[in-house]
């Protein structure tokens, strides 16, 4: 038990050095040193079916760009009800929340997994959990416990790997993450619970 706990220990001041790391690389918009991507990601998106494009020049950073808008309907996720916009003028909707569902819009670029290697597998469970941290980190009343929590059921459900000792960094130092790079990249807008239309009495 004590061996256990001094590796997990030991493995936690590493991953805290290497957040620190890649906190200070993301500020400079660069990837990583320990970052790596599944060459099996580069040929995925050659598929004309493909729901994302990679950027080959960017990889292992911000090289993944969705082609399409993606919906997560997940009842285990609530999200409150905002909408993310561009900072910048016509302020198009990049992401939205609807209570349970999240919708992040087509052209959303993101990293794989930010520390580590990133799987094929990985990816939906990385989109999901980036456009939740990023909006978290411009003020979106979101919970980061709850994002990590549904990061590591997409993970099952995708069967990306995940053990337990990146999960427990994953906890702990996710923050720093959260914390790196500029801010104002994204306007947080609320948005209704419930329609304020009034409705027309039939006659």
Excluded at 130 to 150: C, F, N, S, T, W
């Amino acid at each position: 038990m004590r061996s256990a706990l001094f590796l997990l220990g030991t493995a936690a001041v590493c991953l805290l050095n290497n957040s620190c790391m890649i906190a200070a690389a993301m500020a400079d918009s660069a990837p990583g040193p320990t970052k790596t991507l599944d060459p099996a990601i580069a040929e995925q998106a050659q598929a004309p079916d493909c729901w994302y494009r990679y950027n080959a020049a960017k990889a292992p950073g911000f090289c993944l760009t969705t082609k399409n808008d993606i919906t997560w309907e997940d009842p285990a996720v609530y999200v409150g009800y905002w909408k993310g916009l561009s900072p910048y003028p016509p302020h198009r909707v990049i992401m939205e929340a609807r209570g349970h569902t999240f919708i992040l819009r087509a052209g959303y670029v993101w990293d794989g997994n930010s520390l580590g290697h990133t799987e094929l597998a990985h990816l939906m469970p990385s989109l999901r959990h980036d456009a939740l941290y990023h909006a978290l980190k411009e003020g979106a009343p979101l919970d980061r416990e709850q994002i990590d929590a549904a990061y590591k059921a997409d993970c099952e459900k995708y069967g990306a790997t995940l053990d337990d000792i990146t999960y427990s960094a994953l906890r702990l130092f996710g923050g720093a993450f959260n914390d790196a790079g500029m801010h104002g990249t994204l306007l947080i807008e609320k948005a209704p619970t419930k329609s304020t239309k009034k409705r027309r009495r039939k006659k």
